[in-house]
């Protein structure tokens, strides 16, 4: 069964970037990692590929993993099977389709309200639905919720300095290539000019 492949669901509320509900069947993250990290990189992953390819990226697969998407109106659903089994894609994206829809409608309203994120435990009640849709106990430890703001804040702070200091390094390798070929040309031109004067 489909639903015997799913080791976990995350949802992440778009606009703000925090990770609103999260359920584990099998931990496949590394420990340590933070669940807002993962998912924000994901998203960020997603949005470039929008804009780069003309294909929408559906999901990424690792070597015996693959990690769905799905975009709804206020969030993002991704979901990560085990690779191991042979799963038809379509009934998957049903699957998916199904869970992202039941979550949507049962909080629309929340999103409209001022500060809904002050108390993320009210999207706790979500996983009784779920257990409805995929019928499995998830693990008891849920990840999401034990980090608190501040922690998270701080953690998105060391991912954008880490971030920023990538790029930076890579800027700067960029000019360092770009200044030598503007001097190779600048000298392949010279050549070409002292030539051009000495042959009579």
């Not at 933070?34 to 929408?56: H, P, Q, R, Y």
């Not at 389709?97 to 993320?120: C, M, P, T, V």
């Not at 880490?162 to 000019?175: A, C, D, H, P």
């Amino acid at each position: 069964m489909i639903e015997d492949c799913i080791d976990s669901v995350w949802i992440l509320e778009i606009e703000s970037g925090i990770v609103i509900y999260e359920e584990i069947y099998k931990d496949i993250t590394k420990h340590g990692i933070s669940t807002d990290m993962i998912l924000n990189f994901l998203s960020a992953l997603v949005s470039f590929a929008g804009e780069v390819f003309v294909d929408k990226m559906t999901h990424i697969k690792l070597s015996n993993h693959k990690i769905f998407f799905n975009f709804l109106k206020h969030i993002m659903l991704v979901i990560s099977i085990t690779d191991k089994i042979s799963i038809e894609e379509r009934k998957l994206s049903v699957l998916i389709e199904r869970i992202g829809k039941k979550f949507e409608s049962k909080y629309e309203n929340l999103y409209n309200q001022e500060l809904w994120y002050a108390n993320l435990d009210v999207f706790n009640s979500f996983s009784k639905d779920l257990r409805e849709i995929i019928n499995r106990e998830p693990d008891p430890i849920k990840i999401v919720h034990s980090i608190n703001f501040s922690e998270k804040i701080k953690k998105l702070n060391e991912l954008i300095d880490y971030e920023t200091n990538k790029f930076l390094n890579r800027k700067q390798k960029l000019l360092k290539v770009y200044e030598q070929r503007v001097e190779r040309l600048e000298s392949k031109k010279s050549k070409t000019m002292l030539n051009e004067k000495t042959i009579p």
